[in-house]
């Protein structure tokens, strides 16, 4: 380690006469049994190097996992000395009285190893230094953590005594009970010349005042045992943290002899209240963290006296209401969190003193029916939250009656100002200053923001300077005045676009608001002789007209989805648009409104038979659709109307004498029939192909001989035909129900008749894998799963079972192949669902290539005839599906069902058993590294789900014989985790990140994910397990991490089946 020390430079930008080395021990598991001895013998040759040169080391010692002897830390003292001990993660430090080695000592961050064995020696129960004689008097810097399943013991008067100049104390996990604790213990600071925040000082000095150069106190106390009525905080301290310590009640005193506090954070406790004159002596504070506690009422005094306060949480409180008056002389507030409470209204006044200094305001998940006005005219803001609030259409047009356009536009001046400078000729800059996030709540309707020209410029001034956010709000645009031209109009001026989506109607569910055109555009209408069950619309377009008769006027009339059979009798005066769909419409009768109706849309109905008569009432529509019917042939007068748009596919029609003319008018491709392509006939009675390939000589009528019939009619044949009738009757009856027959006498008899089920199963894991769309969740739930979990079935869901860290198409195909049954619920949402088509695409091949009765097909009837995948199709005409509504659904699976189950414990699928074992197996086993068999998981998380993470995530792992390492936890203060971050990642095995929307603001934690997602995509098991722990914002995520989340599966960590979808990811 010494060899060539004379010529190795320092490499930090400070000259010291000291060379820094940085001296780390990695080991496998516990530190019984892993010693590292250091010895003090050197060659011939090193040692002349070492008298040769006059540099002296300086050593950041760090053990991890290991056991050394503070014996053989003296090898140090002969060329320098040690700054600094970083110990952790099981490893040992043997005792031994004399500690002269760590003299110069100034850094000490220590934890007790936690194994989890009652019987642990008196070694490895205590800290190194309580066996020193002598204190540690240029130690500056402790941190101590104790256990989670056991708290540590520490004493008060130790400490003190043995680190009498102490700056910063940090603790965790520890007893403090029946002792005072006093910070700080010393009247000395710690003042260097140097750089403040350098990792190790080799220039300082000591003084009795507090100077610009003086380290800053700070004491952190966190997840701990002790009363905080025997804290004495008495003097300069410039951070405070007390965190999961109960804190139930803060006396008046409590900070009344704390002189230079800028931060203080109280969070994780049980404070109900809190009074003014608490913080009456903290003028300096700055940053106020009060979150995860149980505040309902906050007095109007509160906060008078900390007037150059720039961060204030209160979130994840109990507050229901607040007034302006608390707020008032926070004139420097600059960020203020109110998140997760219970707040219902707030003040018109809400943060009005604060819209010169206000950058981030934070209201979601509260019952909120407005947005506040003043925190908009803030020339600093950056983004104000109310999502998952109750902002209604209403609230909306509320927020843009309450604006008022001179403010916004004075503080979009004062903005662009700030950026380009105060010269008044430079163009203004038109950059959106701001987000509003308004997503997920329930705004509908937002053309009530512009009912009237006034709003329409507040509306557009306030789409010019923010980025408003929509996003899971139920967006109509049904009846879009104004609002597709606005926007399209900024996004032309703007660098980004702004992309709200609409909900509804139907057909423009997932369209983008500023590309629905005018001529889209309908609004309801009241007529009363709209059609009984029926929907009026009139057309954006002709709702200017001025006729007293309304005949220029465009009606639709949309009727889709309703029982109809006939037309109706009258409808609306004006043009017409009849929307027919799905109506059961069986004829198409004349009448006088068809003259006047420029769209007609019969597809997806029973219609034989098109007239000659109405093919002529048709000849002024420019529209028709009659795809998705029975019939056969049509009129030839369709050739003289017209229609410029006509579909047709989907017909049964005949390739004979009465469809020749049609074939000749499809060749000519100028006909106005777009679907020419698949339209299909039929000839030589069996055979089907596309109208176009069909050769125009089998388009031929056979004629057949006429019998008299009457001639042949006896008593013998009208015996035997009835008698026939009886019996094809019946046979018909009982094959048509043969299904059902079959699933009633398993029902009651338990028996399978004539049913020879074929499995190749003898390795499969799971009985059934089920898939179906988010939104049939609750119907397949209680209708499908829980009745296959009852009977014994081990059954895998789609949303509930993934294996994290693996695609999704990795986990389709995974449990595809591994389970006996595949059992898929078709409904309209699943047909629209690429990746669900994909997965069924999957079980069609396996079931092709081993037996075609391994999947269970459970079919909404409704929309059989609008399947145009062709698989799918095939396999539901060969009647291979039970029906959505069928009474006997549960009944019908489980008769589908092999008589076995895979011999799985049911426990296991108990979803409110959380605690049970997975059943699944990874889809990839990793060749075992050596350097991993211990088993090493990181795991990092934001820093409000500590005490949560320690209970559920860190004890239960390492019950389990995983060894979990907080990752932020293996760098030392001052260290540049860039120059160590790839050396760490490739000693673990996974690596858990816990995703929140603070932590995605969070650099540090952003580049560490980063790197996590590039190694992970290397490696060949699921490196990366990721969870989230709230309702994620996309316009915060990066590019990198949007790609991942929509590729690989991840979990909230809020979910019933966290813990054991974890395990199940880490085996």
Known sequence: MYRNLSGLNNSRTIHRGELFVSLKMFCKGYAE?????????????????????????????????????????????????????????????????????????????????????????????????????????????????????????????????????????????????????????????????????????????????????????????????????????????????????????????????????????????????????????????????????????????????IHNLLVLDLSYNNLELLNQRQFKYLVNLEELNVAHNAIRVLPVDFLKDQIHSLRTLKLSNNPLTAVPIYPLYSESLTAIFVQNCRITSVGFQTLIRSLNHNDLNTAQISYSLQRSGSDLQKNIDTTRRAVLDISYNFIRNIELAVEDNSMMIIFQALLTTFSVDLKGNPLDCTCLTYIPTLISNINENSVTDIKWTCTSPSEMNGRLVSSVSETESYCPVSDERCPQRCSCFERKNSRDSIDDNRANRTIIVDCRNVILTHLPEVMPTGKLELWLQNTSLAQIDVHDYLQRTSVFDASHNKITQLSQFAAKALANITSIKLDHNNLTHLPVQLMSTNINKLTLASNPFLCDCHTRWMKAWIDTRTSPVIDWNVIKCSYNKTKVNKMIVVPSSMFVCISTPTVNVSKHIILSAVVIGCTLFVLVSLALLIYFQRFNIKVLLFTHLGVKVCDKQRHVDADMDFDTFVLFSHADHSFVQSNVINGLLSSGYSVCSLYEDLTVGFTFLENIEHFINRSRKIIFSITQDTLMDDFLLTAWNMAYERAINNFTDSIILVVDTEIVNKIDETKLMTYIKAGKYIKRNSKFLQSSVLYLMPKQACGKDTENQDTENEGTEDVSIPMVRNISDPRKENGLVYISYPEELDSEIVEIILCDLQEKGYQVIIFENQFLPGTDIRDEIHDKLDLSEHFIFILSNENLQDYIKMYILSIVISKSALCSHNYLLLFTFETIISSFLSNELENYMDKYVTCSVTNKKFKKRLLQALK
């Open 33 to 305: 049994g892993d010693d590292i001895h250091l010895s003090t013998d050197l060659d011939a040759d090193s040692e002349n190097e070492m008298n040769g040169t006059n540099r002296k080391i300086a050593v950041k010692l760090v053990i991890n996992g290991c056991s050394v002897f503070m014996s053989e830390l003296q090898v140090f003292q002969h060329h320098g000395s040690i700054w600094s001990i970083f110990q952790t993660n099981e490893s040992l430090i043997h005792h031994d009285a004399d500690c002269s080695s760590l003299s110069d000592l100034q850094i000490v961050a220590s934890r007790l190893p936690c194994d989890g064995n009652d019987s642990k020696s008196d070694i490895k129960t205590r800290f190194f230094w309580e066996m020193c004689r002598e204190p540690f008097e240029n130690v500056y810097y402790l941190d101590l953590e104790g256990c989670v399943h056991e708290n540590y013991l520490l004493d008060q008067n130790a400490l003190q005594s043995t680190f009498p100049k102490l700056q910063t104390l940090k603790l965790k996990n520890v007893d403090m009970t029946g002792f005072a604790v006093l910070f700080p213990w010393t009247h000395v600071y710690i003042d260097t010349p140097e750089a403040r925040y350098v990792s190790f000082i080799a220039n300082h000095f000591e003084s009795s005042f507090k100077n610009s150069s003086s380290f800053p106190r700070e004491i952190a106390i966190r997840d701990s045992v002790l009363d905080f009525k025997q804290v004495n905080l008495n003097g300069e301290i410039a951070s405070i943290s007390l965190n999961n310590i109960h804190v139930k009640y803060l006396h008046d005193d409590a900070f009344a002899n704390v002189s230079g506090l800028t931060k203080l954070d109280m969070s994780y406790n049980d404070l109900e209240t809190v009074t003014g004159n608490v913080f009456q002596t903290l003028t300096k504070l700055k940053h106020l963290y009060l979150r995860k506690n149980k505040l309902r009422i906050l007095g109007s005094d509160v906060f008078d006296n």
